[in-house]
């Protein structure tokens, strides 16, 4: 089952029975972020902010209000 998920692009949590599998280009993106920033958490955040406001998605706070 992990060389079909890494055949199809997604990396395994576990070695024998993976119950989940992350994309490998997003761990790709999030290495490049995480060479590029001091706090790879919040540029992640930041990164991803703005790919889905580009997508046209509204962001919303705990509140539920729009943030801009």
């Known amino acids: 089952l992990p060389q079909v998920l890494i055949h199809h692009g997604l990396f395994p949590t576990a070695p024998m029975q993976p119950r989940m599998a992350v994309s490998i280009e997003l761990?790709?993106?999030y290495r490049?972020?995480?060479e590029r920033s001091c706090d790879a958490v919040n540029?992640?955040?930041a990164a991803l902010k703005t790919h889905y406001a580009r997508r046209g998605f509204q962001l919303t706070d705990l509140h539920v209000s729009i943030c801009f």
């Open 27 to 29: 761990l790709s993106f």
């Open 32 to 34: 490049a972020l995480f």
């Open 43 to 45: 540029a992640l955040a």
